[in-house]
Antibody, heavy 123, light 108 residues
């Protein structure tokens, strides 16, 4: 069974940092592109970032580029999101999501999601 | 950025009724459109990908159609567990990947 479990969220002051983790199990993690998607309270889904299966390339939404860094450790089956210079508008539940097909074979379609980890940026 | 506009924002229906949800893209996304269902406190669940393909384990009452800029998710006969928020998502033009604003299907 595919499982994704996020951790690392919490309350942080504006300008602070957090590192989110997403532990993967039940599939060959190193074969899949991975993504982070966030959802502000009462709002819709917003794509944040993606990373290739081997970590060789990444992508970011304009709103987080230069502040957030996505990475992965395929030996540990873990995805990360380093979030720096946090702002109030970064307050959201952060989900990690797996693409449906290995090696990006079905494109950016998300068939597996974690339960989410909440991040609150407030003084 | 490709903007996805979902309508209506809220759909009030009774169990057993047919639900028709719309997603319109600001530019053609070919058939690279997916639909997700989200219930309160839960992660989204993939229903439909590439406009009309049901994901694994999704009941046949869910169907998707459309191409280019206009897409529809149809639930043929609403079950109690179908009352939720539905999002469309395009993967033709990215980054950024974009989602629609969602349609809430509520019990009338």
């Amino acid at each position: 069974e595919v499982q994704l479990m996020e951790s690392g969220g919490g309350l942080v002051q504006p300008g602070g940092s957090l590192r989110l983790s997403c532990a993967a199990s039940g599939f060959t993690f190193s074969n899949y592109w991975m993504h982070w998607v966030r959802q502000a309270p009462g709002q819709g889904l917003v794509w944040v970032s993606n990373i290739y299966s081997d970590g060789s390339a990444t992508g970011y939404a304009d709103s987080v580029r230069g502040r957030f860094t996505i990475s992965r450790d395929n030996a540990k089956n873990t995805l990360y999101l380093q979030m720096n210079s946090l702002r109030a508008e970064d307050t959201a539940v952060y989900y990690c999501a797996r693409e449906m097909g290995a090696s990006h074979s079905n494109g950016a379609v998300f068939d597996s999601w974690g339960q989410g980890t909440p991040v609150t940026v407030s003084s | 950025e490709t903007v996805l506009t979902q309508s209506p924002a809220t759909l009030s229906l009774s169990p057993g009724e047919r639900a028709t949800l719309s997603c319109r893209a600001s530019q053609s996304v070919n058939n690279y459109l997916a639909w997700y269902q989200q219930k309160p406190g839960q992660a989204p669940r993939l229903l439909i990908y590439d406009a009309s393909n049901r994901a694994t384990g999704i009941p046949a009452r869910f169907s998707g159609s459309g191409s280019g800029t206009d897409f529809t998710l149809t639930i043929s006969s609403l079950e109690p567990e179908d009352f939720a928020v539905y999002y469309c998502q395009q993967r033709q033009h990215w980054p950024p990947l974009t989602f629609g604003g969602g349609t809430k299907v509520e019990i009338k």
